[in-house]
């Protein structure tokens, strides 16, 4: 599996995953994610999908404790994918977070980028 973390603004973070997520990985991208958080309160995450084929078990379970202990924290989710279960993540992610998320396809990345950027700007920005 391939993790790799880009910080794209102060409060933007751009995932890009491909392959298998393992429990390892998590243990590499939670703690630069949740250093934002604590810096800045909330977090908008552009989540970048590559052939990619999901989680194991131990991710999982990592992914869904993320998600409950940071329900609150991630603003925008934009979800970067190329099949219909990457899509349909998306709307299975909803009742995880209190987040908007929306579904781009990759030749619509730049989209993507725009509404992190743009949409719902806090007022202390």
């Known amino acids: 599996m391939a993790v790799e973390i880009e910080k794209q603004a102060e409060d933007i973070i ?3 995953v491909s ?3 393992t429990k390892e990985d998590y243990e590499h991208f939670v703690p630069e994610i949740e250093a ?15 052939d990619f ?3 194991n078990a131990g991710a999982l379970w990592e992914d869904t404790k993320f998600a409950f202990r940071h329900f609150r924290d991630i603003e925008l ?3 970067v994918g190329e099949n219909r279960w990457q899509k349909g993540m998306a709307t299975f992610c909803k009742p995880f977070t209190k987040a ?6 990759h030749e619509h990345m730049a989209d993507a980028e725009s509404w992190l950027q743009e949409s719902h700007r ?3 920005a």
């Open 77 to 79: 989710l934009a979800v």
């Open 53 to 55: 084929h999901g989680w």
């Open 100 to 105: 908007e998320i929306r579904f781009f396809d």
């Open 122 to 124: 806090p007022a202390h």
């Open 14 to 16: 751009h995932v890009t």
């Open 36 to 50: 934002v958080i604590a810096d800045r309160g909330t977090v908008r995450i552009l989540f970048d999908m590559r």
């Open 19 to 21: 392959g298998r997520l």
